[in-house]
């Protein structure tokens, strides 16, 4: 209906209804985008973050990586001297391997922010959907009162 009624030149709340029909959309796709972003910190809890991604870290875990990289460096000048010979070599290579990934678990408090704003913005969206209502109605009213004093 908020459809038939944008076409007709004579409603004088042409733009109110506009602005409120494009809100309702917005609400409606932001709601959808992050209710999909909650399933997927359900299914996904856990983030691999590898040293190339580093760059998007916070300044700490950019510190801890660059000193795991430093590490690994030394590591490999260490096994390429001729001077020394390192017997667990390939355990300590494993090692870093293991140092170079770190794991971090969604915490739950950035499930409830999401979940919190999502029922805000249903909220937000029932009053939305209120306020189109009653846009229609009036429009309806206005419509047959026209109709009814042409007759």
Same mark, same amino acid.
């Given at each position: 209906?908020?459809?038939?009624?944008?076409k007709?030149?004579?409603?004088?709340?042409i733009?109110?209804?506009?602005?409120?029909?494009? /809100?309702?959309?917005?609400?409606?796709?932001e709601?959808?985008?992050?209710?999909e972003?909650?399933?997927?910190?359900?299914?996904?809890?856990?983030? /691999?973050?590898?040293?190339?991604e580093?760059?998007?870290?916070? /300044?700490?875990?950019?510190?801890?990586?660059?000193?795991?990289?430093?590490?690994?460096?030394?590591?490999e000048?260490?096994?390429?001297s001729?001077?020394i010979?390192?017997?667990?070599y390939?355990?300590?290579?494993?090692?870093?391997?293991?140092?170079?990934n770190?794991?971090?678990?969604?915490?739950?408090?950035?499930?409830?922010?999401?979940?919190?704003?999502?029922?805000?913005?249903?909220k937000?969206?029932?009053?939305v959907e209120?306020?189109?209502?009653?846009?229609?109605?009036?429009?309806?009213?206005? /419509?047959?009162?026209?109709?009814?004093?042409?007759?």
């Amino acid at each position: 209906m908020e459809l038939i009624i944008l076409k007709d030149k004579d409603y004088e709340k042409i733009d109110e209804l506009k602005e409120y029909f494009k /809100r309702y959309i917005d609400l409606n796709n932001e709601i959808d985008i992050l209710e999909e972003t909650l399933e997927n910190l359900d299914t996904n809890s856990e983030v /691999r973050i590898s040293i190339e991604e580093g760059k998007f870290l916070s /300044r700490e875990l950019k510190r801890y990586l660059d000193l795991v990289k430093e590490l690994e460096d030394q590591l490999e000048r260490l096994n390429n001297s001729e001077y020394i010979t390192i017997t667990n070599y390939y355990n300590l290579k494993r090692c870093i391997e293991e140092l170079k990934n770190i794991y971090i678990n969604i915490n739950s408090s950035l499930k409830w922010n999401i979940y919190y704003k999502i029922e805000e913005l249903k909220k937000e969206l029932k009053e939305v959907e209120k306020k189109l209502k009653e846009m229609v109605l009036d429009y309806e009213l206005k /419509r047959s009162n026209k109709e009814g004093s042409k007759k």
